[in-house]
């Protein structure tokens, strides 16, 4: 702020300067959003929190936090990050170690819709984990076992929103299993009810052999599955280790594309998409490429919007512009991140293998509540629903099997 922003004594900035910032970053992510820099309409809500002056350099952001027909709501906050020294020099400043928070605010501006920008916001995929490899059901009664079950299920959350079935499977007694002959039970049963997009788990579970891990990609025909998870590294998991060797990974990346089939990028450390980008520089995976930030394990990145951040910044800086991207926050991560995916335009998972509850000790029946709560999350700020058929374009994946009739973490 310089001499010219100060309207008081001591050099102190009038609270309305701090507004028109406000005014301009609203203008900047219209413009990025809509095509057109709108009109400020009101604020609900302004708080002036410390004082600014002549001298103070201010850092402040906007974010989209709903998204009518014509009207976009929108959260501001300013943070002081260097302040003058004066008793150096005029000139001398520090930077802050921590930033001051120095207003805060909620308004609304309004686009024409006669100015809005052609398309709008991208389609939104919403991806339901219905079974996983770790939650069982002492956890939660609604976990989807048999071929039926998961079947249903997998009806119930592409009627809520769902677009792909991401897919492990269990044995009768609810023992993880990567059998092609199970996952054969479970994928007809998805594609009797359903045109998703299925994809299924190479992670299987800790201590599996890779061999046993792929086992659900020998599956041909009607059986065989549009998607499949790559795991780039070895890591934690809790107290056990995800072992994915570099030879074995080239080698469940080459099995992937011997099928045809586009395989989902697992990420859990920010490491991870450096292998990721040697796996392309190889040619073991091919564009359009798609990304699962997979926040919140213990022994992973932490699930936090300056984790988000970064892993998009990097993603956006050594990757193709096509590249898509997904989060899935683990336990009581799963709503958080899903809502910041959103608002940055990415896409989200959520279900039963990542998190049970629907509420602070209320559980989800089934995962279908879960893809409900995210899908009006999208909704709330301007996201469109992508339809498996739009999400089929988005990812590049082929056209589906026909639709017969009708309509925890664990490791990927």
Same mark, same amino acid.
């Given at each position: 702020?310089?001499?010219?922003?100060?309207?008081?004594?001591? =050099?102190?900035?009038?609270?309305?300067? *701090?507004?028109?910032? +406000?005014?301009?970053?609203?203008t900047e992510l219209l413009i990025r959003t809509d095509g057109d820099e709108g009109l400020f309409r009101a604020y609900e809500q302004v708080d002036f929190l410390a004082?600014?002056?002549?001298?103070?350099?201010?850092?402040?952001?906007?974010?989209?936090? $709903?998204?009518?027909? &014509?009207?976009?709501?929108m959260r501001f906050e300013a943070r002081k990050v260097i302040a003058p020294r004066a008793d150096v020099s005029d000139s001398a400043a520090d930077r802050l170690a921590e930033p001051v928070v120095v207003a805060r605010a909620v308004g609304t501006c309004v686009v024409p819709a006669a100015k809005q920008r052609l398309g709008g916001p991208p389609p939104a995929i919403v991806t339901a984990a219905i079974v996983g490899?770790? &939650?069982?059901?002492?956890?939660?009664?609604?976990? @989807?076992? &048999?071929?039926?079950?998961?079947?249903?299920?997998?009806?119930?959350?592409?009627?809520?929103? %769902? $677009?792909?079935?991401?897919?492990?499977?269990?044995? @009768?007694?609810?023992?993880?299993?990567?059998?092609?002959?199970?996952?054969?039970e479970f994928i007809a049963a998805i594609r009797a009810h359903t045109d998703a997009i299925i994809q299924v788990s190479t992670g299987g579970a800790i201590g599996m052999s890779i061999d046993e891990r792929c086992g659900p990609l020998t599956l041909d025909g009607d059986l065989a599955p549009d998607m499949a998870?790559?795991?780039? $590294?070895?890591?934690?998991?809790?107290?056990? *280790? +995800?072992?994915?060797?570099?030879?074995?990974?080239?080698?469940? #990346?080459?099995?992937?594309?011997?099928?045809?089939?586009?395989?989902e990028i697992e990420i859990y450390d920010l490491g991870h998409l450096d292998a990721a980008r040697e796996l392309v520089r190889r040619g073991l995976v091919a564009e359009p490429l798609h990304f699962q930030f997979v926040l919140g394990v213990p022994g992973g990145l932490a699930a936090t919007?300056?984790?988000?951040?970064?892993?998009?910044?990097?993603?956006?800086?050594g990757f193709p512009g096509d590249t898509t991207w997904g989060?899935? !926050?683990?336990?009581?991560?799963?709503?958080?991140? %899903?809502?910041? #995916?959103?608002?940055? !335009? =990415?896409?989200?998972?959520?279900?039963?293998?990542?998190?049970?509850?629907?509420?602070?000790?209320?559980?989800?029946?089934?995962? #279908? @509540?879960?893809?409900?709560?995210a899908v009006?999350?999208?909704?709330?700020?301007?996201?469109?629903?992508?339809?498996?058929?739009?999400?089929?374009?988005?990812?590049?994946?082929?056209?589906?099997?026909?639709?017969?009739?009708?309509?925890?973490?664990?490791?990927?």
């Amino acid at each position: 702020m310089s001499a010219h922003d100060a309207h008081y004594g001591g =050099g102190l900035v009038d609270g309305a300067r *701090v507004l028109g910032l +406000f005014g301009d970053v609203a203008t900047e992510l219209l413009i990025r959003t809509d095509g057109d820099e709108g009109l400020f309409r009101a604020y609900e809500q302004v708080d002036f929190l410390a004082p600014v002056y002549a001298g103070d350099y201010l850092e402040v952001t906007a974010e989209l936090v $709903a998204r009518g027909r &014509t009207s976009r709501r929108m959260r501001f906050e300013a943070r002081k990050v260097i302040a003058p020294r004066a008793d150096v020099s005029d000139s001398a400043a520090d930077r802050l170690a921590e930033p001051v928070v120095v207003a805060r605010a909620v308004g609304t501006c309004v686009v024409p819709a006669a100015k809005q920008r052609l398309g709008g916001p991208p389609p939104a995929i919403v991806t339901a984990a219905i079974v996983g490899a770790e &939650t069982t059901r002492d956890h939660t009664p609604y976990l @989807p076992l &048999t071929a039926a079950e998961i079947g249903q299920e997998a009806r119930r959350c592409v009627d809520a929103g %769902a $677009a792909v079935i991401h897919l492990h499977a269990r044995e @009768p007694d609810g023992t993880p299993t990567q059998s092609a002959e199970r996952f054969g039970e479970f994928i007809a049963a998805i594609r009797a009810h359903t045109d998703a997009i299925i994809q299924v788990s190479t992670g299987g579970a800790i201590g599996m052999s890779i061999d046993e891990r792929c086992g659900p990609l020998t599956l041909d025909g009607d059986l065989a599955p549009d998607m499949a998870t790559l795991n780039v $590294a070895t890591m934690n998991f809790g107290d056990d *280790v +995800f072992v994915n060797r570099r030879p074995d990974v080239a080698a469940v #990346a080459e099995r992937i594309a011997g099928r045809g089939l586009v395989p989902e990028i697992e990420i859990y450390d920010l490491g991870h998409l450096d292998a990721a980008r040697e796996l392309v520089r190889r040619g073991l995976v091919a564009e359009p490429l798609h990304f699962q930030f997979v926040l919140g394990v213990p022994g992973g990145l932490a699930a936090t919007e300056r984790a988000l951040e970064l892993l998009v910044a990097e993603l956006d800086d050594g990757f193709p512009g096509d590249t898509t991207w997904g989060v899935a !926050g683990v336990g009581r991560w799963e709503f958080p991140m %899903a809502e910041l #995916a959103l608002r940055r !335009g =990415g896409h989200v998972r959520v279900g039963l293998e990542d998190n049970i509850y629907l509420d602070k000790g209320v559980l989800a029946e089934g995962s #279908a @509540p879960l893809v409900d709560r995210a899908v009006r999350m999208a909704r709330d700020v301007g996201r469109p629903i992508a339809s498996p058929a739009e999400a089929r374009r988005l990812l590049g994946i082929g056209s589906a099997a026909p639709a017969r009739s009708g309509s925890g973490a664990s490791t990927e």
